[in-house]
């Protein structure tokens, strides 16, 4: 009776073992028939326009299969020089919009939440205006009879009217304008989340307000500034628009030398490789990152928590 028994127990053991597996591979296969949408959509927007940007790159000027766009760049130094200055753009606009973003995110942070949202109105603002429209206003601020040199003399604080356009100065300025917000508003969220009582338990064991925030408040909103810079640096590297009104010609990044080459000589191939070189470029930044500043735990988890 005893080994019936245990046989029997047995048997049900392996069937409800048979059962799970069963109800597990039913669970995947209903996971992925709900990821198909998702995963196609994958392809046709990322996958395929990147490996056919890659196909055209290996292309010469004569339409032959070679890696004459990659070796060309490796050889010449003008496209070293359009892709330090496109980093170089990127990285002065990402830290200009920290300087300023940050303090003001801090401050927004502060406020009730109703001052708060009449804030981030504020914030939202530049979105409702054309990226296009906004370089215009710029260039028509800063030239050298704008408003900002107007004002400057007439107020004393100069003689002569400053350069503020069409050299690296005015590309900085558009670009940080319309790359704020980007920033602000991951900070914001971020902020948002810390429990105020952390700050008030640091001053309470003796520390005053600086170490305070220095020790407390500034790491709980690393989430959302490294988030704000990520977004900001990867979006910088592909501008067009304002570096090209603002920079006056002077400022030339790839995108811009990617429009003159179509433009001009309609040498797919060679854009195409100066697209692929700056994606894999900014795959590089992006991996580096994560290595150095383990993204994946910063940005994983709340400011809160």
């Not at 927004?108 to 949202?117: D, T």
């Not at 990226?131 to 900002?148: D, E, I, N, P, S």
């Not at 590309?171 to 704020?180: N, P, S």
């Not at 697209?275 to 795959?283: F, I, N, Y």
Request: hydrophobic share 55%.
């Amino acid at each position: 009776m005893a080994d019936s028994a245990n046989s029997m127990a047995n048997a049900q053991t392996k069937a409800n073992a048979i059962g799970l597996r069963q109800d597990e591979r039913r669970e995947r296969l209903a996971l992925f028939g709900l990821s198909v949408p998702a995963i196609l959509l994958v392809i046709v927007i990322v996958a395929i326009p990147v490996g056919w940007l890659f196909w055209l790159s290996l292309f010469n000027d004569e339409g032959v299969l070679s890696t004459y766009n990659y070796t060309r760049m490796l050889e010449s130094k003008s496209y070293y020089r359009i892709f330090r200055t496109t980093f170089n753009v990127s990285f002065m606009t990402t830290a200009l919009c920290v300087i300023i973003g940050y303090p003001f995110a801090y401050f927004l942070a502060q406020l009730p939440q109703r001052w708060a949202n009449i804030g981030l109105i504020a914030v939202l603002l530049p979105f409702w205006t054309s990226l296009l429209v906004r370089t215009y206003a710029w260039l028509v601020v800063l030239q050298r009879k704008g408003l900002v040199n107007q004002w400057g003399i007439e107020l004393g604080l100069w003689d002569t009217p400053l350069r503020l356009v069409h050299n690296m100065n005015g590309t900085l300025i558009g670009m940080a304008h319309i790359m704020l917000p980007f920033l602000v508003l991951p900070l914001y969220g971020s902020m948002r989340t810390i429990d105020q009582d952390y700050v008030k338990a640091a001053s309470n064991l003796g520390a005053n307000p600086f170490q305070a925030f220095w020790n407390i408040y500034l790491p709980l909103s690393l989430p959302g500034l490294f988030a704000g810079i990520v977004v900001v640096f990867v979006l910088c590297l592909g501008f067009f628009v304002t570096p090209a009104v603002l920079g006056g010609g002077r400022i030339i990044m790839v995108s811009m030398k990617i429009e003159t080459i179509i433009d001009l000589f309609f040498n797919f191939g060679t854009a195409s490789a100066l697209g692929v070189v700056l994606m894999g470029l900014t795959l590089l930044v992006l991996f580096i990152s994560h290595k150095l500043l383990r993204l994946d735990r910063v940005l994983g988890g709340g400011g809160g928590s």
